[in-house]
């Protein structure tokens, strides 16, 4: 069964209930209605033959009987009223052919609550003590119009819910068939989307309704998948191109080592080169596969705290290493006031990582091979800025300098792929911060991180 025919009949057995509930309340209560009205149209006539019998008590005068006979003809259907004595002896009653109860615990009960309601099948009787005189009158009727429109009534009810069920059922199916066209077009986009057909989008109504969160909410993850489709293809692409270079390279180098008659100085020559061009492509190598990794590093690990300026020390030490002339300045723009004010939730590695990448990019880029780190430790944020001297990027590559294998004008003369930036800033995310480049004029190139806890 499809989620619409269930909707549909989930709603029309919810509207069956109602109106079933409704309708037997509604009999219920008319019921009660003409069962209390019917007593008291008993108890009236009861009443005003009692006190037609207590005024005229000798029955044989004519205008007493003309009376008489005006009351038979105005009387409830199949009426019966009786007038006993303490001692239960007849009275009076009406009709002459009436049959009566006056055994002593009837009357005694009547006695006791002074007025007494009860029905045997459809006949509704009311008992009634007059204490003035301490007699017992003993009413009763059938109340053939009310149970003539109860029973209209039950047929009336019965049409009402039975058209109400049929009409509930025919316009839930049209109501469900409207509201779930927008799913329905949701479900046919869904069946077709495949990798080359990611642009296309639903059109959104601007209904603020839960259909209209499912279809913007559709169209944005569409919008996410073509975007790691088109970096996907263009990572493949990009990889592609960068590694032929080193292969190219070493390749050229062999071919070249093979054809010609190599002294074992030359030969030395060749094979550093040729370490050199492998050590490049093993670093490219890595950087690729940190990079095609970044989404599974995301929520590979469990984050321990980790203090920003021992990685930042850490790394300064690396580059120390790496380049033997490099100039490294550490300061606190302010020093923090808890211990705990220098340390995030992170990777000590990837940080380190990172912060190496930033010191070489300065290093690489600076034209005095200086490179000075200031940092700024609060309760919920920690600044990182990693300055140098030397040529500006351009404001038009500024934007792209983070991209993949971008290098900007002033990068021709070093030798790079354009993936440190790239990695850098995907590992910063990673620790939820940010990384932007600030340009300082007229020589300064600032990165700045910023991490918030």
Known sequence: M????????????????????????IFLLYANYRETDFYDRVKLEGNAFYDFTIRFPNKKDA??????????????????????????ELVDKLPDTMH?????????????????????????????????????????????????????????????????????????????????????KLSAQMQKTTELNLTDRLPEKNTKDELYRITKYFNEMLQRLNNAFE????????????????????????ESALNKNLSQEDFQKVLNSLKEEQLNLIELTNSLLLLSQYEKLQYSFQLPAVRIDEVVFEAIEMAKKSFTNIEVRFNFLSFPEKEEYLSIKGNDALLKAA????????????????????????????????????????????????MPFFRSHNSSKIKGYGLGLALVKKIIEIHHGEIQYKPVPPITNRFVVSFSK
């Open 63 to 88: 205008v007493v009987e003309k009376i008489t006979q005006g009351l038979l003809t105005n009387t409830l259907y199949d009426e019966c009223i009786a007038i006993l004595n303490e001692k239960g």
């Open 231 to 254: 970096l996907q293809k263009n990572f493949v692409q990009y990889a592609s191109h960068e590694l032929r270079t080193p292969l190219a390279v070493m390749l050229s180098q062999t």
């Open 100 to 184: 009566f109860r006056n055994d002593a615990p009837y009357l005694s009960k009547i006695n006791k609550v002074k007025e007494l309601h009860y029905q045997e099948n459809t006949r509704q009787f009311v008992c009634i003590y007059m204490p003035d005189t301490k007699y017992y009158v003993i009413a009763s009727g059938i109340d053939i119009v009310g149970f003539g429109k109860m029973d209209n009534l039950k047929l009336i009810l019965l049409f009402v819910f039975l058209g109400g069920v049929a009409a509930s059922a025919l316009f839930s199916f049209l109501f469900v068939n409207q509201a779930f066209q927008p799913l329905a």
């Open 2 to 25: 499809n989620f619409k025919l269930r909707f549909a009949l989930l709603f029309t057995v919810f509207v069956a209930i109602v109106l079933s509930v409704c309708s037997i309340t």
């Open 355 to 402: 912060f190496f990448n930033l010191i070489k990019n300065a290093y690489l880029y600076s034209t005095n091979k200086q490179v000075l780190i200031e940092m700024k430790a609060q309760a919920h944020e920690i600044f990182l800025t990693f300055d140098n001297e030397g040529e500006l990027i351009s404001g038009k590559e500024i934007k792209s300098v983070m």
